[in-house]
């Protein structure tokens, strides 16, 4: 099976104002970045154990651990949780950047660290989505 098609089950596996949400936040992200890799993250551990809700991954970056290992991941990541859906920025060396540049203008979401939750898109004001997905799928210091 393809990741597109691992994308497309997971989605369609969703109530059906997420499903509507996510594609359209999908569509969004690869319009920003046509070509990019794409990522399906089941929320399993090694051992087959759930451990977080599942991931769909846009782009490429190489995370670097503190004891010197490293492993590639995604740029940017969606997914849906008990009260919406959640985008994720990785690679950001600043904890406060997203929610200082974006938070007081993105609308009705909780931005921390490398998250942003919210309840449904029509809670924010896509042109700010928008460029935080820009900003998220940036070639940056440590991205691929």
Same mark, same amino acid.
């Given at each position: 099976? *393809? ?11 969703? =109530?059906? /104002? ?13 319009? #920003?970045? =046509? ?7 089941? !929320?399993?551990?090694?051992? @087959?154990?759930?451990?977080?809700? =599942?991931?769909? !991954?846009? !782009?490429? &970056?190489? #995370?670097?651990?503190?004891?010197? *290992?490293?492993?590639? $991941?995604?740029?940017? %990541? *969606? ?5 919406? &859906?959640? #985008? +994720?920025?990785? %690679?950001?060396?600043?904890?406060? +950047? &997203?929610?200082?540049? $974006? %938070? ?8 921390? %660290? +490398?998250?942003?939750? $919210?309840? /449904? &898109? /029509?809670?924010?004001?896509? !042109? ?6 820009? $900003? @998220? ?8």
């Amino acid at each position: 099976m *393809t990741v597109e098609q691992e994308i497309e089950d997971y989605v369609a596996s969703l =109530p059906a /104002a997420k499903q509507d949400d996510l594609r359209r936040l999908h569509a969004t992200i690869q319009a #920003i970045a =046509p070509g990019c890799s794409l990522w399906l993250l089941d !929320g399993k551990d090694e051992s @087959g154990k759930v451990v977080s809700n =599942p991931n769909i !991954g846009y !782009g490429r &970056l190489e #995370i670097r651990y503190a004891n010197g *290992t490293s492993k590639p $991941f995604y740029r940017v %990541g *969606t997914s849906a949780n008990t009260s919406g &859906l959640s #985008i +994720y920025v990785m %690679g950001l060396d600043d904890r406060k +950047y &997203l929610a200082e540049a $974006f %938070g007081g203008r993105l609308g009705k979401a909780a931005v921390t %660290g +490398y998250c942003v939750k $919210f309840r /449904a &898109l /029509a809670d924010l004001d896509m !042109g700010v989505l928008e460029e935080l997905l820009r $900003f @998220g799928m940036a070639d940056r210091e440590n991205a691929d």
